[in-house]
């Protein structure tokens, strides 16, 4: 008689496929977020490769902008939750400002701006903010 293990140790793809990077919340920290999130798709591929090479440079550009808002609109640390859900990335970005992201109008004759907002919920499936008296959250996700 065979006896198939009941359990397995391994823990899914969700589990294994979770970080949490922590910023001071200067300029070069935006670099620094991005090249985290690179980091955490490049073991995510291995055990997971995107559905469309898309996907990968999407979720680098959502995280960039997320950071530089953090940077330029939060005082403060900021931090970079990554995790591997059942058909995507959840991205979720905190900052100290209580003060909820809102779309501005794009001018590029005063050198552009503005689209960073619309960006995020163009490429993103949800996005969400969570306020709380000590900064908010952006919760983001997108395909993988």
């Excluded at 779309?103 to 005063?110: I, Q």
Aim: with cysteine; hydrophobic share 35%.
């Amino acid at each position: 008689m065979s006896t198939e293990p009941r359990w397995n140790d391994t823990p899914p793809p969700e589990e294994r496929h979770e970080r949490t990077f922590s910023f001071a919340g200067e300029l070069r920290n935006v670099t620094g977020a991005r090249l985290a999130a690179e980091g955490f798709l490049d073991d995510l591929a291995i055990d997971a490769p995107p559905g469309a090479h898309e996907y990968w440079d999407d979720i680098l550009l959502v995280v960039t902008e997320l950071a530089a808002n953090a940077v330029q609109y939060a005082p403060g640390p900021f931090d970079l939750h990554m995790r591997r859900t059942f058909d995507g990335v959840h991205v979720t970005m905190h900052d100290t400002s209580t003060t909820r992201p809102e779309p501005r109008p794009f001018h590029p004759r005063t050198g552009g701006g503005g689209i960073g907002w619309h960006l995020v919920h163009t490429l993103c499936d949800q996005v969400s903010v969570v306020v709380t008296d000590r900064g908010k959250d952006i919760h983001v996700f997108l395909p993988w």
